[in-house]
Each structure stands twice: as C-alpha cells, then as structure tokens.
C-alpha cells in the first residue's frame, strides 16, 4: 500500500511506501492518494523553482524506471507498475528527501498512461516552468515594432502609408483562413469564421475609404490600443517573473509596459497575486474596477448598459486618477494599508511612487502639449487608450471567471479556458489557457497550451469554450435573455 501523512516537519508532506517483495503498486491508488494529499495542503504542487541535484537524481530515478517498464511491456496500457524491494527502499529514501512529496508520485502515475511500443516521456509539471527569455524578448520586439508603425500610421500625412498600415487589421482574418485552411473544425464555427473573415473586414475598410484619412487614422488608433492591450498581457507575465525569469529584469519592463496606459506595476502585482491566492473565494478581488455587479441585473437595459460601461473601464480610469491625486497629496500608501490590512508598507510606498511618477509624466504631457499647441498626446496615446486598449483588455480578462462557480477554490470549476486561434493567442499572451495558469502560475505563458493539454489528459475541466466567437455569442444572449448558457 501507499501512505501519504504528515510530516513533523514544517515543510508540508512525506511520502512513505511500503511493498513486499516484487509486488504491485496499485496506480489508481498512487492518484487518489496524492490527489487527497493535494487537496489537504495548499500549493502543495508548487515546486521549488531551482530544485537541489538529489531531487533531479530522484526524479530522474523513478524516470528511468518507468519508461523501462514501459519499454518491456507488450499488454498495451499498463494499469501496475512493478518495483523490487530493493528499488523501493531505495526509491523510499529519495522519495522522503522531496519537499513536495506528493509530486513524486506523478511520474509513476503519468507512466501507467503508456501505450504499446511507446516508451514513457517524461512529461513532468516542473519541466513546464523552464523560462526561455529570447521567446519573452521576441514577443517584446513585436510589442514595439506595431507601436511605432500604427503610431506612424497616425502622425503620417501621407493618405497611401496610413492605408497601408490600416490594411494590418487584415491580418487576424488572414489566420483565420489560415486556420480554417488547415484545422480540423466544425461547420458551425468554419461559416461562423468565414463570415467574420469576409463580411467584417469589407465593411470596415470599405466605410474607412469612403469616408477617407480621418477614419483610417481612427483605425490606427484602434489598432494601437489592441497593441497596448497585448503589452498589457506581456506585463501580466512579467508580474509573474516568467519573462526574462529575473526581477531586476521582468520588473522594469512590466513597470514601462504597464505605465503606458496608467497603471501603477506595484498595485497590478500585488491585486493579481492575492487573485490568485484567493481565485474563487470569498476573498477574491480583481485588479482593476470591472462592474460584474451590474450584469447580474434582472433588468435587459441595466445589463446591456452595464456592459457598455463594464467594458469601456470608466471605473479604473475614475480610480486611477483618484489614486495619482492620494499619491500626489502623500495619502495613498496610508488609504491602501487601511483598504488592504494585508498589504506590506513597503508595497504601499512603493505603490504610491509609481503613482507620483506617472501622475508628473500626465501633467508634464498635459503642459507641453499646452504650451505648443499640439494634439500629439491626444493622438497617439488617449485616444488609443479609451477606444483601444481599455475595450480590448476588458474582453480579454471577461471570460476568465464570469459566471463560473463561485465560491470555492477549485480551479477546475471557478475558471474559464478559450481554446483561441493563433491571433488570440497573441494578442492574450496565450492567457486563453487560464485554467493552466491558474493551477500553475509558474508556467511561463508561451508553455501554458501544451501545459494544459498535458493537466486535461488527467482532469475535467468544467468551463471551456472552443473558441472566443462563441463565448462572447453566448454573452450576448446573456445580456438580452438573463439566461446563462452552459459554458462547458
């Protein structure tokens, strides 16, 4: 039999086998011990990111093991899996050196998974977390290169580069053809896509022609803001330190990406872990000032206003100029540690920093553009902030959580996952896979599909959606009936 109990140890679990000689470890048994076991203590799957060499050695061990088994078998699906007393005294001894014992079991337990003539790769959570900086940086370069050209796009006089440049919006269809080029969908959806591909674009760049350059400068415009909105995604990694994968790296960078559209990096870091930590409790809160409690209305105008508003963040722009106001009058670390008991002084100090800096850079801009006469500012970044950016980050964050079950902590009920094309992927930072990130923060964003096609090999995901079009159809029949389509 297997045993996981409690430790004296402060660390958390042990893990304990004990077989007879040459006898069976029952797999069934190995998972729903060390589900109960990871159900009893919080963030026991968190592993250590810089593991010791005697966890690799004993990890590597118990690899090794499996796939020989596996390699030997000739039955299909192994449902056992076979050690000698020898390999389990020895295995016992490195198991209980592992701070987090039941994460030792996954190996085993992924290895009875095996198919015939197929030897055991070992697909553990800990080699999901490995960070690889230059993927970061390239999405980086991306970021700035589309600013700079539809900021281009903007300031140029010249009609034909402004046309140009509009014509990028073009390429989310593109991929959508690509895809329905080379995937495998449904009708529904293939027409559902298709219809999006030809009829959307023809109208918007047909209307923005005729109308001439100040419509396709407001494209540009829009198409900013959706750049800001995916720099915004980069900053929610960066937050997590699965960027560059160093703070003194992965801070800065989410500071600026952050500062762009007035968002102190310190207040979004501190909100989003405690998200985490509390994700579907009663504790839980968001970061930024969403209105949920207005689409819980029973009245159709009430709901479909309060989307509007919802979606337009006109709460977060009203909080964040208040918060730059406590910042600049020296009150608002004292406001946060009386909102926020929780909340380090440190954390508050540093919070009310980024919001004096931010709130001196808008009324530096403020006064320059005064002084010169120019719509510079307006152009290039508030525009594209209120019709770009605060649209486009409210739906990305929307389908995350809304209407699942609430409260409880399990992940696999209180979140939402969209399985999004490769324009959505992008433009969320691979945050379509929410479920993943929110069993394993630590998961870097561009390891978070294959993460968890690997987590619902072995778990049930209650919310998932095929793709954005149909969450948000469904969001608008909740907005004109009340009624909640089972989003699943």
Known sequence: MVRLRRGRSPKGLSVSVRQPTASVINVES?????????????????QPRHPSSWQQSARESLYHQANAILADGTNGVHASLCLTQGELEESE????????????????????????????????????????????IAKLAIFAALLLLFGYGILSDDSTVTVMISLILGIPPLLMAWEILTGTEGVAMTVRKLTLLTVVPLVVLSTALAAGAPVLKVLCQIGLGVVLAGGTELAHQALHRTGVGKAVWDHPIGAVLCGLTGISFRFYQWHHLWHHKYNGTEKDSESF????????????TTRILGFILHV???????????????????????????????????????????????AAVLIAGLGVSIALQTTLLLMVWLIP???????????????????????????????????????????????????????????????????EEWLASSHSFKYVEESYLTFFGKVVRYLWTGKVDQCS
């Open 93 to 136: 001894v490195r198991v209980n050196k592992l701070k987090r014992g039941a994460t030792a079991l996954w190996p085993l337990i992924d290895a009875s998974a095996g198919k015939r003539g197929q030897l055991y790769k070992p697909i553990d959570q800990k080699l999901y977390r490995r960070i690889d900086p230059v993927i970061f």
């Open 312 to 358: 337009s963040m006109v709460a977060h722009y009203v909080s964040m100029l208040h918060r730059m106001w406590l910042a600049i009058t020296g009150r608002l670390a004292a406001v946060l540690l009386v909102r926020r008991p929780e909340m380090s002084e440190s954390s508050a100090r540093k919070i009310q920093c980024e919001y004096r800096i931010m």
């Open 385 to 451: 902030v209120l019709i770009g950016w605060g649209p486009a980050h409210a739906l990305i964050e929307f389908g995350e959580h809304w209407q699942c079950d609430t409260p409880t902590g399990n992940v696999f009920v209180n979140t939402r996952s969209i399985r999004a094309g490769r324009f959505a992927q992008l433009l969320t930072n691979s945050n379509d896979a929410h479920l993943a990130h929110h069993y394993d923060m630590h998961v870097p964003m561009d390891k978070l599909e294959a993460f």
């Open 289 to 300: 000032d969403y209105l949920y409690s207005l689409l819980k209305s029973e009245s159709r």
């Open 30 to 46: 190995l998972k729903a011990a060390a589900e109960a076991a990871v159900g009893e203590i919080p963030g026991l799957r968190e």
